[in-house]
């Protein structure tokens, strides 16, 4: 998926949804770290030069969303 992506911003809302629909099959590790984020701070790191287009973007934004 984030090869597909590319970080090509025209892509961005596409790879978003798919990355959430993704991160939701995976509901036990997110549930991990929503209990991390309960015990103090958390960080996500990535390697993509931008910083508003990445995966770590959308992992905080649903973390945030449902704590």
Known sequence: LRKWFGHDP???EEFRRRYEAEILG???ELDRLRGLM???PVTL????HDETHN????LREML???R
Do not use: C, K, N, T
């Open 55 to 58: 995966d770590a973007v959308v």
């Open 10 to 12: 025209a892509r961005w």
């Open 38 to 40: 309960r015990e103090g």
């Open 26 to 28: 995976h509901r036990d």
């Open 64 to 66: 945030l969303r449902h």
């Open 45 to 48: 790191v990535y390697s993509a």
